[in-house]
Protein backbone atom coordinates (compact mmCIF):
# COMPACT_ATOMS: atom_id res chain seq x y z
CA UNK A 1 0.00 0.00 0.00
CA UNK A 2 1.25 3.54 -0.44
CA UNK A 3 3.09 5.36 2.24
CA UNK A 4 1.80 9.12 2.17
CA UNK A 5 3.34 11.70 4.92
CA UNK A 6 1.85 15.01 5.50
CA UNK A 7 3.01 17.96 7.80
CA UNK A 8 1.18 18.02 10.98
CA UNK A 9 0.35 21.51 11.26
CA UNK A 10 0.82 24.67 9.34
CA UNK A 11 -0.75 28.28 9.54
CA UNK A 12 -1.55 30.76 7.34
CA UNK A 13 -2.44 34.43 7.34
CA UNK A 14 -6.11 35.09 5.49
CA UNK A 15 -5.94 36.03 2.39
CA UNK A 16 -2.76 35.03 1.56
CA UNK A 17 -1.85 31.45 -0.28
CA UNK A 18 -1.29 28.35 1.20
CA UNK A 19 0.95 25.63 -0.23
CA UNK A 20 0.24 22.00 1.62
CA UNK A 21 2.50 19.30 0.71
CA UNK A 22 2.53 15.60 0.38
CA UNK A 23 5.19 12.96 0.03
CA UNK A 24 4.21 9.28 -1.59
CA UNK A 25 6.99 7.63 -1.14
CA UNK A 26 5.39 4.07 -2.53
CA UNK A 27 3.14 5.44 -5.04
CA UNK A 28 2.43 2.93 -8.12
CA UNK A 29 1.88 4.43 -11.66
CA UNK A 30 -1.97 4.27 -11.31
CA UNK A 31 -2.88 5.17 -8.45
CA UNK A 32 -4.72 8.78 -8.12
CA UNK A 33 -3.92 11.45 -5.83
CA UNK A 34 -7.00 12.66 -4.19
CA UNK A 35 -7.29 15.82 -1.77
CA UNK A 36 -10.20 15.68 1.03
CA UNK A 37 -10.40 18.04 3.70
CA UNK A 38 -12.41 17.83 7.05
CA UNK A 39 -14.09 20.65 8.99
CA UNK A 40 -14.59 20.54 12.98
CA UNK A 41 -17.55 18.03 13.58
CA UNK A 42 -18.25 16.99 9.94
CA UNK A 43 -17.41 14.40 7.37
CA UNK A 44 -14.54 14.54 4.75
CA UNK A 45 -15.26 16.84 1.76
CA UNK A 46 -13.71 16.54 -1.52
CA UNK A 47 -11.16 18.91 -2.72
CA UNK A 48 -9.56 17.51 -6.23
CA UNK A 49 -7.79 14.63 -7.76
CA UNK A 50 -5.47 14.34 -10.58
CA UNK A 51 -2.85 11.41 -11.53
CA UNK A 52 0.06 13.35 -13.43
CA UNK A 53 -1.01 16.70 -14.66
CA UNK A 54 -1.32 19.86 -12.33
CA UNK A 55 -5.19 20.46 -11.82
CA UNK A 56 -7.39 23.41 -11.12
CA UNK A 57 -10.51 23.36 -9.54
CA UNK A 58 -12.88 26.13 -7.89
CA UNK A 59 -11.66 25.12 -4.74
CA UNK A 60 -7.55 24.86 -5.90
CA UNK A 61 -5.08 23.40 -7.74
CA UNK A 62 -3.57 20.39 -7.34
CA UNK A 63 0.67 20.34 -8.24
CA UNK A 64 2.43 16.61 -8.81
CA UNK A 65 5.60 16.47 -9.45
CA UNK A 66 6.95 14.52 -12.34
CA UNK A 67 8.23 11.45 -10.47
CA UNK A 68 5.14 11.88 -8.44
CA UNK A 69 6.41 11.17 -5.32
CA UNK A 70 5.56 14.07 -3.91
CA UNK A 71 2.39 16.48 -4.61
CA UNK A 72 1.31 20.30 -3.24
CA UNK A 73 -2.29 21.47 -2.96
CA UNK A 74 -2.74 25.20 -3.22
CA UNK A 75 -4.98 27.25 -1.76
CA UNK A 76 -5.09 30.54 -3.54
CA UNK A 77 -6.37 32.52 -1.07
CA UNK A 78 -6.92 31.33 2.35
CA UNK A 79 -9.88 32.49 4.44
CA UNK A 80 -11.28 31.51 7.86
CA UNK A 81 -13.52 28.61 6.77
CA UNK A 82 -10.70 27.25 4.83
CA UNK A 83 -9.28 25.87 8.42
CA UNK A 84 -9.77 22.43 8.64
CA UNK A 85 -7.64 19.16 8.70
CA UNK A 86 -6.23 18.15 5.13
CA UNK A 87 -5.56 14.93 4.36
CA UNK A 88 -3.52 13.29 1.16
CA UNK A 89 -4.46 10.11 -0.02
CA UNK A 90 -4.15 8.12 -3.16
CA UNK A 91 -6.29 5.40 -4.66
CA UNK A 92 -4.46 2.05 -4.72
CA UNK A 93 -6.18 0.34 -7.71
CA UNK A 94 -4.97 -2.70 -6.70
CA UNK A 95 -6.41 -2.78 -3.07
CA UNK A 96 -9.28 -0.76 -4.60
CA UNK A 97 -9.24 1.88 -1.61
CA UNK A 98 -8.34 5.05 -0.40
CA UNK A 99 -6.07 5.44 2.02
CA UNK A 100 -5.48 8.47 3.72
CA UNK A 101 -2.49 10.03 5.25
CA UNK A 102 -1.84 11.10 8.58
CA UNK A 103 -3.48 15.22 8.03
CA UNK A 104 -2.33 18.28 8.13
CA UNK A 105 -4.22 20.66 10.70
CA UNK A 106 -4.27 23.77 8.71
CA UNK A 107 -5.00 27.12 11.07
CA UNK A 108 -5.66 30.21 9.09
CA UNK A 109 -5.03 33.56 10.79
CA UNK A 110 -7.29 36.97 10.75
CA UNK B 1 -28.48 15.96 -4.35
CA UNK B 2 -24.75 15.38 -2.96
CA UNK B 3 -25.60 14.78 0.21
CA UNK B 4 -24.83 11.24 2.29
CA UNK B 5 -27.38 11.53 5.33
CA UNK B 6 -26.71 9.25 8.58
CA UNK B 7 -28.28 8.68 11.78
CA UNK B 8 -28.38 8.75 14.22
CA UNK B 9 -25.62 12.03 15.07
CA UNK B 10 -24.78 10.20 18.40
CA UNK B 11 -24.91 6.81 19.97
CA UNK B 12 -24.47 6.04 23.50
CA UNK B 13 -24.62 1.75 24.01
CA UNK B 14 -23.67 -0.79 26.49
CA UNK B 15 -21.43 -3.73 26.00
CA UNK B 16 -24.27 -6.20 25.32
CA UNK B 17 -26.49 -4.00 23.40
CA UNK B 18 -27.10 -4.33 19.91
CA UNK B 19 -27.54 -1.34 17.92
CA UNK B 20 -27.52 -0.07 14.42
CA UNK B 21 -25.94 2.60 12.19
CA UNK B 22 -27.77 4.19 9.18
CA UNK B 23 -26.81 5.95 5.81
CA UNK B 24 -28.64 7.03 2.86
CA UNK B 25 -27.54 8.64 -0.68
CA UNK B 26 -29.93 9.47 -3.26
CA UNK B 27 -26.93 10.63 -5.85
CA UNK B 28 -27.17 6.90 -7.67
CA UNK B 29 -23.88 5.87 -6.80
CA UNK B 30 -23.14 2.55 -6.86
CA UNK B 31 -20.72 1.82 -4.36
CA UNK B 32 -20.88 2.72 -0.72
CA UNK B 33 -18.47 2.41 2.29
CA UNK B 34 -18.02 2.50 5.84
CA UNK B 35 -14.66 3.94 7.58
CA UNK B 36 -13.83 4.52 11.23
CA UNK B 37 -12.15 7.23 12.63
CA UNK B 38 -10.70 7.63 16.01
CA UNK B 39 -9.91 11.21 17.39
CA UNK B 40 -7.18 12.93 15.61
CA UNK B 41 -6.32 10.07 13.13
CA UNK B 42 -7.61 9.67 9.40
CA UNK B 43 -10.45 7.29 8.18
CA UNK B 44 -9.94 3.66 8.03
CA UNK B 45 -11.56 1.85 5.48
CA UNK B 46 -14.17 -0.68 7.16
CA UNK B 47 -16.07 -1.74 4.13
CA UNK B 48 -16.85 -1.62 0.46
CA UNK B 49 -20.26 -2.32 -0.98
CA UNK B 50 -20.29 -2.81 -4.66
CA UNK B 51 -23.42 -2.88 -6.36
CA UNK B 52 -25.12 -3.68 -3.05
CA UNK B 53 -22.49 -6.66 -2.90
CA UNK B 54 -19.51 -6.58 -0.16
CA UNK B 55 -16.83 -6.32 -2.62
CA UNK B 56 -14.04 -5.44 0.56
CA UNK B 57 -14.20 -6.57 4.31
CA UNK B 58 -11.19 -5.09 5.91
CA UNK B 59 -10.75 -7.68 8.41
CA UNK B 60 -13.64 -5.90 10.33
CA UNK B 61 -14.35 -8.25 14.10
CA UNK B 62 -17.42 -9.95 13.17
CA UNK B 63 -19.31 -7.73 16.08
CA UNK B 64 -19.60 -5.08 12.96
CA UNK B 65 -22.08 -6.54 10.47
CA UNK B 66 -23.19 -4.34 7.38
CA UNK B 67 -26.43 -4.67 5.25
CA UNK B 68 -27.44 -3.07 2.26
CA UNK B 69 -31.06 -3.36 1.44
CA UNK B 70 -30.90 -1.55 -1.69
CA UNK B 71 -28.41 1.03 -3.76
CA UNK B 72 -29.33 3.79 -1.83
CA UNK B 73 -29.19 2.41 1.78
CA UNK B 74 -25.96 1.00 4.00
CA UNK B 75 -26.52 -0.16 7.21
CA UNK B 76 -23.98 -1.26 10.43
CA UNK B 77 -25.44 -3.65 13.25
CA UNK B 78 -23.39 -3.24 15.91
CA UNK B 79 -23.41 -5.99 18.80
CA UNK B 80 -21.15 -6.97 21.93
CA UNK B 81 -18.97 -4.22 20.87
CA UNK B 82 -15.82 -3.07 23.32
CA UNK B 83 -15.06 0.53 24.68
CA UNK B 84 -11.89 0.19 22.08
CA UNK B 85 -14.93 0.64 19.17
CA UNK B 86 -15.39 4.13 20.56
CA UNK B 87 -15.15 6.35 17.53
CA UNK B 88 -16.25 8.55 14.51
CA UNK B 89 -18.43 6.29 12.01
CA UNK B 90 -18.40 7.59 8.55
CA UNK B 91 -20.34 6.44 5.70
CA UNK B 92 -19.08 7.72 2.42
CA UNK B 93 -20.67 6.84 -1.44
CA UNK B 94 -18.94 7.13 -4.86
CA UNK B 95 -20.14 7.44 -8.73
CA UNK B 96 -18.87 3.69 -9.51
CA UNK B 97 -19.27 1.69 -11.94
CA UNK B 98 -19.48 -0.74 -9.01
CA UNK B 99 -16.52 -1.61 -8.28
CA UNK B 100 -14.60 1.22 -6.95
CA UNK B 101 -12.89 3.42 -10.07
CA UNK B 102 -9.43 5.12 -8.77
CA UNK B 103 -10.77 8.36 -10.45
CA UNK B 104 -13.48 8.22 -8.05
CA UNK B 105 -14.98 11.06 -5.88
CA UNK B 106 -16.04 10.00 -2.58
CA UNK B 107 -19.04 11.65 -0.50
CA UNK B 108 -19.09 11.77 2.88
CA UNK B 109 -22.02 11.93 5.44
CA UNK B 110 -21.31 13.62 8.61
CA UNK B 111 -21.00 10.71 10.70
CA UNK B 112 -22.14 8.82 13.70
CA UNK B 113 -20.25 9.83 16.90
CA UNK B 114 -20.41 5.97 19.02
CA UNK B 115 -19.48 5.86 22.79
CA UNK B 116 -19.52 2.00 24.28
CA UNK B 117 -19.62 2.46 27.44
Known amino acids: DAKTTQPNSMESNEEEPVHLPCNHS???????IHWYRQLPSQGPEYVIHGLTSNVNNRMASLAIAEDRKSSTLILHRATLRDAAVYYCSSFSGSARQLTFGSGTQLTVLP | DTEVTQTPKHLVMGMTNKKSLKCEQH?????MYWYKQKAKKPPELMFVYSYEKLSINESVPSRFSPECPNSSLLNLHLHALQPEDSALYLC????????????????FGPGTRLTVL
Open chain 2, 27 to 31: MGHRA
Open chain 2, 92 to 107: ASSQGPGTPSPADTQY
Open chain 1, 26 to 32: TISGTDY
